[in-house]
């Protein structure tokens, strides 16, 4: 499992981004309105990636401890590309990301038993999931 953790994080980030792909040619996402601190695009190319190794990481470490509820926040966590991008539903994808939230809080928990440095290694994940679940709820209130 301690193998197979950091290559499924991999996966998640190939099927989410390929919801991505859709953007580009599609005038939904540009036509709505965004809160005021919704970043520019290539911000999300950067932080994601980076988002990634970590979670990569984390799970390679404490595998063995975390493995269940690591596997179904991936599921999620690529679930929310497409409900909101591809399927154009933010309010099933506001409802996706408040579970991925939920789940990886648990995971958080679980480190801090764990180790205090994959704890804090892994809390930017947490925090950016809060600050895109903020952008989802905008753009369901704004629209």
Same mark, same amino acid.
């Given at each position: 499992?301690?193998?197979?953790?950091?290559? $499924?994080?991999?996966?998640?980030?190939?099927?989410?981004?390929?919801?991505?792909?859709?953007?580009?040619?599609?005038?939904?996402?540009?036509?709505?309105?965004?809160?005021?601190?919704?970043?520019?695009?290539?911000?999300?190319?950067?932080?994601?990636?980076? $988002?990634?190794?970590?979670?990569?990481?984390?799970?390679?470490?404490? @595998? &063995?401890?975390?493995?269940?509820?690591?596997?179904?926040?991936?599921?999620?966590?690529?679930?929310?590309?497409?409900?909101?991008?591809?399927?154009? @539903?933010?309010?099933? @994808?506001?409802?996706?990301?408040?579970?991925?939230?939920?789940?990886?809080?648990?995971?958080?928990?679980?480190?801090?038993? &764990?180790?205090?440095? $994959?704890?804090?290694?892994?809390?930017?994940?947490?925090?950016?999931?809060?600050?895109? @679940?903020?952008?989802?709820?905008?753009?369901?209130?704004?629209?």
């Amino acid at each position: 499992m301690k193998y197979i953790l950091p290559l $499924l994080v991999i996966f998640t980030s190939v099927i989410g981004s390929l919801a991505n792909i859709y953007i580009n040619s599609d005038d939904w996402y540009s036509g709505l309105i965004k809160s005021p601190l919704n970043p520019p695009s290539y911000i999300f190319g950067i932080v994601w990636p980076i $988002l990634y190794a970590i979670m990569a990481f984390v799970s390679f470490k404490v @595998a &063995e401890k975390i493995s269940t509820l690591f596997m179904i926040q991936l599921a999620f966590n690529a679930t929310w590309s497409w409900l909101f991008f591809y399927f154009h @539903a933010p309010v099933l @994808a506001f409802l996706d990301i408040s579970i991925l939230i939920f789940l990886n809080v648990e995971i958080v928990r679980i480190l801090k038993r &764990e180790s205090t440095a $994959l704890f804090y290694l892994y809390l930017p994940y947490i925090i950016w999931l809060l600050f895109a @679940a903020f952008l989802n709820a905008s753009i369901i209130f704004l629209n």
